[in-house]
């Protein structure tokens, strides 16, 4: 399978832990992206990253998130004490240009008690 | 404030007719516009897409439609079938010429096709 993967599918927590989140793109595709979808809202941008370089982040993006894309390749999206508003799906995507085509993963459920 | 608008959450359709999703935009920047099909537990792919220099692009039975001066746009599928039975959302980029990276999403359209 050379679509993009995202581990763990789903990620139970209770509430002040952290959680991370792991993505690995299409390997030929340079831009990556992290959003976030809740119950009933379409997906919500997060960050981009083109290559290492994290270029834009989202208000939504508060300091208990940080999110990084060591040597271009996979990306990691961490949440410091999770809070049960954090409770969502977090898609991850790639690209090989912008704004074209995104080629999303299947997701991350996380699920904070 | 939603940018991005679908205002029908869900649309029923025989099988073999027409199927018209309908998306609003208020973001006069928007110029490039896409539909992406969602199936339960996995995440979204890519339909097709419209840059704002046109009014209309076709793909097989797929057909999208773009009024900029109404910010309307809408995806018809001719004939339905019922593997199209999805949620299918709008997404909008800003300024792609000068590398835009963020779509702006609706909150998406539940088609079911009935056999």
């Known amino acids: 399978d050379t679509g993009v993967s995202q581990d763990p599918r789903h990620k139970i927590t209770k509430r002040g832990q952290n959680v991370t989140f792991r993505c690995d793109p299409i390997?030929?595709?340079?831009?990556l992206y992290w959003y976030r979808q809740t119950l009933g809202q379409g997906p919500e941008f997060l960050t981009y990253?083109?290559?290492?370089?994290?270029?834009?982040k989202s208000r939504l993006l508060s300091d208990r998130f940080s999110a990084e894309r060591p040597k271009g390749s996979f990306s990691t999206l961490e949440i410091q004490r999770t809070e049960q508003g954090d409770s969502a799906m977090y898609l991850c995507?790639?690209?090989?240009?912008?704004?074209?085509?995104?080629?999303f993963g299947e997701g991350s459920r996380l699920t904070v008690l | 404030d939603q940018q991005v608008k679908q205002n029908s959450p869900s649309l029923s359709v025989q099988e073999g007719r027409i199927s018209i999703l309908n998306c609003d935009y208020t973001n006069s920047m928007f110029d490039y516009f896409l539909w992406y099909k969602k199936y339960p537990a996995e995440g979204p792919t890519f339909l097709i897409s419209i840059s704002s220099i046109k009014d209309k692009n076709e793909d097989g039975r797929f057909t999208v439609f773009l009024n900029k001066s109404a910010k309307h746009l809408s995806l018809h599928i001719v004939p339905s079938q019922p593997g199209d039975s999805a949620v299918y959302f709008c997404a909008a980029s800003a300024n792609s010429g000068a590398g835009s990276y963020q779509l702006t999403f609706g909150k998406g359209t539940k088609l079911s096709v009935i056999p």
């Open positions: 390997s030929e595709h340079n831009r």
């Open positions: 995507a790639s690209s090989r240009w912008s704004p074209g085509e995104l080629f």
């Open positions: 990253f083109q290559n290492e370089a994290q270029l834009e």
